[in-house]
């Protein structure tokens, strides 16, 4: 009798030391079934072969041998999850050090594209700046060829005496004190009409 009391304390011990083993490994759902079933109907995961028949009260030799086999299993498959785990874990340090190296990236990669939008707006007003410069100098290029053909149709005798009046009077601007007798001789010369122009002689400047 104390035989049977001790395989049965013996037999329970593994159990319980099996249970709580297998408890670290599961849900809450599955521990909560897990609790509630007959305990002597535990099996080792992967193994479908029950610790003890239904209904027995008495464990052998050889049952106690399987109960350490399927114990020295579960732990070494708990080891193992747990070693998966681990390096599970590390690999998703990694790669979340690899998205915040890969997002410093990207903003420094937007700040540069930033900047280079801005140079191209520059350019484009300058651009645009040069082309009305462009416009302005080709208006008076156009303005000065207007202006050389238009001296070329004129009667080169008054041309020349347009220039030499046009000298003469800025020599007496630029010269003069402004006094009542020179600011005379400028507009005297300045309201010449061209055939007066044309039949005056030049005349000496004071």
Same mark, same amino acid.
């Given at each position: 009798?104390? @035989?049977?009391?001790? *395989?049965?304390?013996?037999?329970?011990?593994?159990?319980? %030391?099996?249970? =709580?083993?297998?408890?670290?490994?599961?849900?809450?759902?599955? &521990?909560?079934?897990?609790?509630?079933?007959?305990?002597?109907? $535990?099996?080792?995961?992967?193994?479908?072969? !029950?610790?003890?028949?239904?209904?027995?009260?008495? #464990? %052998?030799?050889?049952?106690?041998?399987?109960?350490?086999?399927?114990? =020295?299993?579960?732990?070494? *498959?708990?080891?193992?999850?747990?070693?998966?785990?681990?390096?599970? &874990?590390?690999?998703?340090? /990694?790669?979340?050090?690899?998205?915040?190296?890969?997002?410093?990236?990207?903003? /420094?990669?937007?700040?540069?594209? =930033?900047? +280079?939008?801005?140079?191209?707006?520059?350019?484009?007003? &300058? &651009?645009?700046?040069?082309? %009305?410069?462009?416009? +302005?100098?080709?208006?008076?290029? *156009?303005?000065?060829?207007?202006?050389?053909?238009?001296?070329?149709?004129?009667? !080169? #005798?008054?041309?020349?005496?347009? $220039?030499?009046?046009?000298?003469?009077?800025?020599?007496?601007?630029?010269?003069?004190?402004?006094?009542?007798?020179?600011?005379?001789? =400028?507009?005297?010369?300045?309201?010449? @009409?061209?055939?007066?122009?044309?039949?005056?002689?030049?005349?000496?400047?004071?």
């Amino acid at each position: 009798m104390e @035989s049977e009391k001790l *395989k049965f304390l013996s037999i329970t011990a593994v159990l319980l %030391s099996t249970a =709580a083993t297998t408890f670290t490994t599961m849900t809450y759902l599955e &521990k909560t079934e897990y609790a509630t079933s007959n305990i002597t109907e $535990i099996a080792a995961p992967g193994l479908s072969t !029950p610790l003890l028949s239904s209904g027995s009260t008495t #464990i %052998s030799s050889g049952e106690v041998e399987q109960l350490r086999a399927r114990l =020295a299993e579960v732990e070494a *498959k708990s080891k193992q999850t747990n070693d998966e785990l681990w390096d599970k &874990k590390q690999e998703i340090e /990694k790669l979340k050090i690899q998205i915040n190296e890969s997002q410093q990236q990207i903003i /420094k990669m937007d700040q540069h594209i =930033a900047s +280079i939008m801005q140079e191209n707006d520059q350019l484009h007003q &300058k &651009k645009e700046q040069l082309e %009305s410069e462009l416009v +302005i100098f080709q208006q008076c290029v *156009k303005d000065a060829k207007d202006v050389f053909d238009t001296l070329l149709n004129l009667n !080169p #005798i008054r041309v020349i005496r347009r $220039i030499e009046i046009g000298a003469e009077v800025l020599d007496i601007v630029n010269s003069a004190v402004r006094t009542d007798g020179m600011c005379r001789r =400028a507009w005297h010369l300045l309201n010449q @009409s061209p055939e007066s122009l044309s039949m005056t002689a030049p005349q000496s400047r004071r």
